[in-house]
């Protein structure tokens, strides 16, 4: 009885020989969209009463996603051995 082939999931290939896996990205950016569509749709409201401005919340979650998305593709494509000098980094400033 013949074994069944799995099915190679779809990465991309980057520079520095590092793999993008598309499915979790995929999520990712499925996942931070609709975190954003309720947040514009939970705080309009209170924003607009508030701050006259509807779309505050919205947009500071947006710059903040925005941020996270930049900071997620540099640390995709750092080297794993320079990851370890940061980690002891944050460790140190822990209380």
């Given amino acids: 009885m013949a074994k069944p082939q799995l099915k ?3 990465t991309i290939e980057t520079n520095s020989n590092n793999r993008i896996d598309m499915i979790l990205l995929i999520t990712v950016l499925l996942l931070l969209s609709l975190g954003l569509v ?10 607009l009463a508030k701050y006259n401005d509807s779309y505050k919340y919205f947009k500071t979650q947006a710059v903040a996603a925005i941020l996270g998305l930049v900071l997620m593709t540099f640390v995709t494509f750092m080297p794993l ?14 209380k």
């Fill in 38 to 47: 309720m947040v514009l749709s939970a705080s309009a409201p209170s924003a």
């Fill in 8 to 10: 190679k999931r779809e």
């Fill in 81 to 94: 051995k320079g990851l370890g000098f940061y980690f002891c980094l944050l460790l140190k400033f822990q």
